[in-house]
Nanobody
Framework: QVQLVESGGGLVQPGGSLRLSCAASGRRFSIYAMGWYRQAPGKQRELVATITSGGRTIYPDSVKGRFTISRDNAKNTVYLQMNSLKPEDTAVYYC?????????????WGQGTQVTVSS
């Protein structure tokens, strides 16, 4: 059974840092590109970091230089280190494969973890 469990979110001041974790199970984790997505209120979900099975990382300009994705295949876990956080980074953050895993014909998503950047 596929499961993605995100953790590590919270309230942080602008300029602060957070480290998110995502534990995956139910799939052969190491062969998939994995990513962190986020969805802010009233906006579509967007991909903010990708790490391939070979360890190559990809970021959009909005987070490049501030976010770092990494993975530990032995622990089936993917991480997102977020530095220099801005209020516009406020969103629910989700991890998933890239593209997302499909379960019973639909994209599967975990519960996500809320990140709020505010003074």
């Amino acid at each position: 059974q596929v499961q993605l469990v995100e953790s590590g979110g919270g309230l942080v001041q602008p300029g602060g840092s957070l480290r998110l974790s995502c534990a995956a199970s139910g799939r052969r984790f190491s062969i998939y590109a994995m990513g962190w997505y986020r969805q802010a209120p009233g906006k579509q979900r967007e991909l903010v970091a990708t790490i391939t099975s070979g360890g190559r990382t990809i970021y959009p300009d909005s987070v490049k230089g501030r976010f770092t994705i990494s993975r530990d295949n032995a622990k089936n876990t993917v991480y997102l280190q977020m530095n220099s956080l801005k209020p516009e980074d406020t969103a629910v953050y989700y991890c998933n494969s890239v593209p997302p895993w499909i379960v019973s014909g639909n994209d599967y998503w975990g519960q996500g973890t809320q990140v709020t950047v505010s003074s």
